[in-house]
């Protein structure tokens, strides 16, 4: 029971990290979408649908991850999720080609949805203090509310001459807690 015990403790502080990097993700491309939009010249009505398809592919991660347990405790899928949002990320901000971004969007939703509900799922899983992981699961969505758009500004506010600046620093912070989930799997959490 012991050896479960501190995998689950472990999974679970991989979901703490991973997921305000989600939110990081979220928070700035959901800033910068209607830039996005004007690039591409869509109209609001297309816009609308075309900018939150990542939304729709969490929606169905949710429900594909509810229904199939076979990602519980399972470290690739949490880390292939991550490296996902990371390159996903870059290319919805970076690619020029708007069916290079829709299709970015629905691996970028589907790594927020694991992630997001492995945050869920460990927190509920691995102790019997719910409401307390529940309360540090949502202070670290809020850590990622803030951090992400803060990045990706200050970035631009010390190199206006690039544009695409904040898009790099963003997916370099997303790069750097890539490495901290691949560091913390490799030590386990104390008992």
Known sequence: MRCR??????????????????????????????????????SPMIAGFACSLWSFARFFAFIALWQWTGW????????????MLVIS?????????LATVLVAQLFFGSAVGLIYY???????????????HGGIHEAAIGIGNCLGPAVG?????LAPQNASVGAWAVS???AFGLGGLVWLRQCPAKP
Request: hydrophobic share 55%; proline share 4%; charged share 15%.
């Open 153 to 157: 500004a200050t970035a631009l506010w």
């Open 118 to 132: 492995s945050s869920l799922f460990y927190a509920m899983d691995a102790s019997d203090t719910k409401s307390e």
């Open 172 to 174: 370099g912070l997303l």
């Open 89 to 97: 990320f870059a290319g919805i901000l970076i690619v020029p080609n």
């Open 5 to 42: 015990s501190d995998r689950a403790k472990n999974f679970l502080r991989m979901a703490w990290l991973a997921n305000p990097f989600a939110y990081v993700a979220i928070n700035t491309l959901i800033a910068v979408l209607p830039g996005i939009a004007k690039k591409f010249n869509l």
């Open 72 to 83: 519980h405790y399972r470290f690739r899928w949490l880390v292939t999720a991550f490296a």
